[in-house]
């Protein structure tokens, strides 16, 4: 009790005398940067889960070919969420003379749970957000829907039995993105009308589907209970079927996130490891005194000890609510960047936050405490006394297990853990060795130097120890930094990359073989550029390697395998593959190839079928049997929104069955017209629109882009302060000297001199390795966590080495300012 | 009168890479409880040795020192601290004040070390005693030379110790300042009855004390 009254009175007159404020301010940053960047990061994830599941129409769906059993929706309800219905199935419409196919979509009053419909009403230019479709008695139309019917608002719609007033214009859907190959165009009605209008019949092909939304403990209840009562014919939908594109954009993102969570947890660790020593070095006369008043070591150990507990709990408090007010103000901005309601954050952010406060303390501020107990009390009288420095061991891995654990918890995923955790050791390891063998080569080449130069390099070899210390913490600090740098470019120049301006805005499917002589030449006509068309085959998987296969033989490879054994897919064939697909495995064949019969195969598509290299497989196309071998695996980059397909099978594979062909190309704003001529001149030709599609992704990866960016600039900005506050940690020694120095007559121009030349060659240094560390360490990251492609970037290696020296020097020189501003003797009592 | 220190047959033995340096050998005295004492001696003439070993701030290579009747060779390092603590009372050159501590509250200390209840009435007893009633609050950067060595005297005189060392407690000090400080020490030990050790090269502040021990070259002149 004593012992610990005494570490709160010694911890507040450290307070107040200004002793421990920079630990402080260290401690309130690291917690702040880590805290903020995990609120913020908790509140963009949940925004961009919302983000999908406004994809959705909601958090989670049941997708069923029958009518949904009213079972599912109490249960739902009892669980406290929302429930929507729709149902959609392909009709005749009619709009006086003119009939059309559509898809009709009925839609009860609550539906999209997430999300909203944009849609025109009657005689009305500006574009309305609603939630609930129709309401009954009346229809709203899609534009091409509009455009076939040539109907005008106002009019009446026959769907079956019932005559609907058209009201309204659909703009754009929410769950639009879900699938786009709906061919026809749409048609909404109130789920009141579907059964007036006669068309629910036995044998009906209706897709009904029933979303929830609600608290994401609630949404995981229902479906785990879903999962489990799943019957024939039934499907659940999470956002995990969102387009691909988009869910890989999403998962990146949040991967990202996470980075930039540990990024700002590597720099507090720096950050409170420099502070730490300076405390210990200013403790240490003293703990001698107090050795000397009669204090025993488990009494000053205790105070020490107590005081940090203290500082922990200040430091986290205050840091915990910086971060706080700080992601309130940065949530309003992301909110309106994302144009979404960003869910409050949760409590978990704010009680990591206290943890990581005494983690980072315990595992880099303990050793050098804990060893002023051991202070000799002789060294009150003499200063020459050896002291007992921490074992460089205890202390590097106390550290490194400390940092590996919050890394490990921060993570999630354990490859990026080891990626990051080994970088750093590494790191250390070699910004240690090479300062060190800098330090040797710079006291032979400072006998050459004159003045200020040859006084700066000379205090970088003085202090070895401090400036190895010092050129480890600034290098992994800047690592960091950098390595979020780099991570960031090349995922923002991927997304770009994903969505080029001419990505395809239009679908054909259906050209028959007959006419692709005719269509390609009017494709050409027209000036389109880049079409390819794409054979077309519905295939049903037969046998692998000679033994039947049905949906029942994957039961056990789970939901997705089942569904691809037994559903009908799609089989193309082409020459070459494009750059949107990659080899991962095995060979392509070439482009002139003949002879047997080959086939190349998404490799996710594999994996959950199981199928490898050399595995031969028949697939039944309307009764007759195509069999062929697997030579190569691909991975697609379906981002490139050009026709991919799992299975592709080798020129001239598919020529003996009846194929159609399918093409994607970009047509501009202007030129959309010539689409109708081409389904004039090709009636049986659809033309898809997934230029609402395209703008959606495109939409959802400018919001991803911008909260990765937001979080990037937040991190850089806090790791810029923690860093400071790091090179601020060891001035004493510095302004000392400088003190010294300037009683010994030394101009104000010689100081800064000698200090400039100090601090650019630490931060030319510390940048250096920290340049080429951050460029390995981002190079796995990208490949082995973000499946991205990794380029050498010599350009930013430069900017990371400037921009060391010149944070070092920036940070250096404001640290020791006041030097040069006080008479001398003020700057020696100040110690 | 009881002895306050028995010195018999000190020495400290300090090894070099290549040989051995002997910086104090076969020193033997006693002082008596009340009594004062002068270390006189040239610059390395072993003095700050010899009071570093009486104080149980060092271990002697050979001999024993005995505070009170206890002999220092017989504690380990805490025990000694807490005979420090209990008996023991210092005065440095260099005052030896924290940085981060007021004045009142480096008096303060080493009672709160010891645990008593109401260390501060104590504390700013002793500081009006010693003419710092007005710099209670202040920090040892903002006050001089001589007010810092005031304030270490009154956190050596608060625990009320049987024994006081003092090394050279006016090295730092202008003449006259270094005369009211010697005033003062004498003072206040013999109000409290201490026994007094100084270490110092003045011979003025040296003739003060009942008894004077010279060193020179790790042994005692007699």
């Known amino acids: ?831 | 009168m009881a002895n306050a220190i028995n010195v018999s047959n000190l020495g400290k033995v300090v090894r070099l890479p290549t040989s051995e340096l002997r910086i104090l050998q076969d020193v033997s005295f006693q002082i008596n409880q009340g009594q004062t004492l002068a270390i006189v001696g040239a610059s390395g003439s072993g003095k700050s040795t010899l009071l570093s070993l009486m104080a149980g701030l060092d271990t002697p290579s050979e001999g024993h020192v005995e505070i009170l009747d206890v002999n220092l060779s017989s504690l380990d390092e805490d025990g000694r601290a807490k005979l420090r603590g209990d008996k023991v009372g210092f005065v440095f050159q260099s005052f030896q004040l924290l940085p981060a501590l007021t004045a009142i509250e480096n008096v303060m200390l080493p009672l709160e070390l010891r645990g008593d209840a109401n260390p501060q009435a104590a504390a700013r007893d002793i500081l009006q005693r010693v003419g710092l009633g007005e710099r209670l609050e202040h920090y040892p950067r903002q006050l001089s030379g001589g007010e810092q060595q005031r304030v270490a005297i009154a956190r050596a005189f608060v625990v009320q110790p049987s024994v006081l060392f003092a090394d050279e407690p006016t090295g730092n000090l202008d003449t006259e300042t270094g005369r009211a400080i010697v005033d003062l020490l004498f003072e206040l030990n013999q109000t409290s009855g201490t026994t007094l050790v100084v270490v110092t090269h003045d011979e003025k502040l040296a003739a003060r004390c009942s008894k004077i021990l010279r060193l020179a070259e790790g042994r005692l002149l007699q």
């Not at chain 1, 609120?39 to 919302?50: F, K, N, P, W, Y």
Request: overall charge positive.
């Open chain 1, 1 to 831: 009790m004593r012992i610990i009254r005494l570490a709160w009175r010694q911890t507040w007159r450290d307070l107040a005398a200004g002793e421990i404020r920079l630990m402080l301010m260290a401690l309130v940053l690291a917690v702040m940067a880590v805290t903020a960047v995990g609120l913020i990061t908790d509140r963009a994830e949940s925004g961009l889960q919302q983000e999908a599941n406004r994809l959705l129409g909601g958090d989670a769906g049941l997708r069923a070919d029958t009518p949904i059993n009213p079972d599912v929706a109490a249960s739902a309800k009892k669980l406290k969420l929302d429930v929507a219905e729709t149902a959609g199935f392909p009709s005749m419409v009619q709009a006086g003379e003119s009939v059309s196919l559509a898809d009709i979509r009925a839609i009860d009053s609550r539906y999209p749970l997430r999300g909203e419909f944009r849609i025109r009403r009657e005689n009305k230019t500006a574009i309305e957000n609603v939630q609930g479709g129709p309401v009954a008695g009346t229809v709203w139309l899609s534009e091409d829907a509009a455009r076939k019917l040539k109907v005008a608002t106002g009019q009446r719609i026959g769907v079956g039995d019932v005559s609907l007033v058209y009201t309204a214009t659909m703009i754009q859907e929410p769950d639009a993105a879900l699938d786009y190959f709906n061919v026809a165009p749409r048609v909404f009605i109130a789920l009141d009308d579907l059964s007036k209008t006669g068309l629910v019949q036995n044998g009906s092909r209706i897709q009904y589907r029933l979303v929830v939304s609600g608290k994401k403990s609630d949404v995981q209840g229902f479906i785990a209970s879903t999962k489990k009562n799943l019957q024939r014919g039934q499907r659940l939908e999470t956002s995990d079927d969102a387009r691909p594109e988009v869910r890989s954009a999403l998962e990146r993102a949040g991967r990202f996130l996470g980075l930039a969570a540990l990024v700002s947890l590597i720099l507090a660790a720096v950050a409170v490891a420099l502070a730490a020593r300076r405390h210990s070095a200013r403790h240490l006369d003293g703990s001698a005194v107090m050795r000397c008043l009669g204090a025993s070591q488990s009494t000053i150990a205790g105070l020490q000890l107590g005081e940090l507990f203290f500082l922990g709990l200040v430091g986290s408090a205050i840091g915990i609510t910086l971060a706080w007010l700080l992601q309130m103000a940065v949530g309003v901005w992301l909110s309106s960047a994302m144009g979404v309601a960003l869910p409050q954050p949760g409590m978990q952010p704010v009680f990591a936050g206290f943890a990581i406060g005494f983690t980072v303390l315990i595992a880099f501020a303990v050793p050098p405490i804990l060893a002023l107990r051991k202070v000799p009390a002789l060294r009150v009288l003499r200063r020459d006394v050896p002291l007992t420095e921490p074992s460089a061991w205890v202390v590097g891995l106390l550290g490194l297990a400390g940092l590996g654990g919050l890394l490990w918890w921060k993570a999630d995923s354990a490859t990026l853990a080891s990626i990051i955790l080994g970088g750093i050791g590494i790191t250390a390891a070699v910004l240690a060795g090479i300062a060190w063998l800098l330090l040797r080569w710079l006291k032979k080449v400072r006998q050459g130097l004159r003045g200020p130069w040859r006084y700066g390099l000379a205090n970088l070899s003085r202090h070895e120890g401090m400036t190895l210390a010092q050129v480890s913490a600034l290098g992994l600090g800047l690592m960091a930094l950098l390595l979020l740098t780099f991570v960031r470019t090349d995922l923002l120049s991927r997304w770009q990359q994903t969505m080029p301006a001419d990505a395809p805005n239009r679908f054909v499917i259906n050209v028959q073989s007959d006419q692709l002589d005719g269509v390609k030449k009017f494709i050409d006509n027209e000036g389109l550029k880049n079409v390819q068309l794409f054979p077309m085959v519905r295939a049903r998987l037969q046998e692998v390697n000679g033994k039947k296969v049905t949906g029942a033989d994957y039961e056990a490879a789970g939901m997705r395998a089942q569904r691809l054994a037994e559903r009908e897919f799609n089989l193309s064939s082409v020459a070459a593959f494009g750059e949107d697909n990659k080899l991962v495995a095995g060979k392509y064949w070439s482009a002139n190839h003949s002879g047997d019969r080959e086939m190349s195969v998404e490799e996710g598509f594999a994996s959950s079928l199981s199928w490898k290299i050399g595995d031969v497989v028949s697939f039944d196309i309307a009764g007759q049997t195509l069999t062929a071998k697997i030579t190569s695996l691909r991975k697609v980059e379906w981002e490139s929104f050009k026709p991919n397909f799992f299975v592709v099978i080798s020129p001239g594979g598919l020529e003996n069955y009846s194929a159609s062909y399918i093409s994607a190309m970009h047509v501009p704003e202007g030129k959309i017209s010539v689409m109708d001529n081409l389904v004039r001149e090709y009636p049986n030709l659809s033309v898809i629109d997934v230029g609402a599609v395209l703008k959606q992704v495109r939409s959802t990866i400018e919001q991803v882009s911008r909260v990765v960016e937001s979080v990037f600039y937040f991190s850089l900005l806090a790791g810029l302060l923690v860093l400071l506050a790091a090179v601020q940690a060891s001035q004493d020694d510095r302004m000392r000297e400088a003190g010294v120095m300037r009683v010994l007559g030394a101009s104000k121009k010689q100081l800064r001199l000698a200090q400039a030349t100090e601090f650019a060659s630490l931060g030319l240094l510390s940048g250096l390795v920290a340049s080429i560390s951050a460029s390995v360490i981002a190079s796995l990251i990208s490949e082995q966590v973000f499946n991205l492609p990794w380029t050498f970037n010599w350009p930013l290696i430069a900017y990371g080495v400037i921009g060391g020296s010149s944070l070092a020097l920036l940070a250096g020189l404001w640290a020791t300012r006041k030097v040069t501003q006080v008479p001398p003797m003020e700057t020696l009592r100040a110690l």
